[in-house]
């Protein structure tokens, strides 16, 4: 008797997303410092803006800018303004407002479904394990 394992359905319902919808551009997943929920899937809060799309339509872009973009088009989707964003290329390991940013595609295939709920723990534990981490954006209060 084979075994299931949690990586299985998702990554079936990674398989059933391309079929239907293609597949988009860059996707970034922001996981809140926090928290430690996931808060943002650009797939689902960026589908369709021009910005994000002229920007994050290659996979040898800059992703410093882009990881920036995505942390501020999220603040601003939940009404949070005026904050400047600082991108580090490492988990700072402290307890900074800010976001964790990993890649969820990798040479143009996903690597999981459009995230719907960001409490849940086997999708946050799967996006950890199974996604290239790329940095951290520390979001500070402008003065």
């Excluded at 860059?26 to 803006?49: K, P, V």
């Excluded at 002229?54 to 995505?70: C, I, N, R, V, W």
């Amino acid at each position: 008797m084979a075994t299931t394992t949690t990586r299985d359905p998702i990554l079936a319902a990674v398989a059933e997303w391309e079929r239907r919808e293609g597949v988009p551009d860059m996707r970034l997943i922001l996981i809140d410092n926090g928290s430690g929920f996931i808060f943002g899937d650009t797939a689902e809060y960026l589908a369709g803006q021009s910005g994000w799309k002229d920007d994050a339509s290659g996979d040898d872009q800059d992703l410093e800018p882009l990881a920036l973009l995505a942390a501020r088009l999220l603040d601003e989707s939940i009404g949070e303004f005026g904050r400047e964003y600082v991108f580090i290329a490492h988990n700072p390991r402290d307890t900074s407002t800010g976001y964790h940013i990993y890649r969820a595609d990798e040479q143009g295939r996903q690597t999981l479904p459009l995230v719907d709920d960001g409490q849940d723990q086997t999708m946050i534990e799967f996006v950890m394990e199974n996604c290239p981490y790329l940095g951290f954006v520390r979001c500070e209060a402008t003065q």
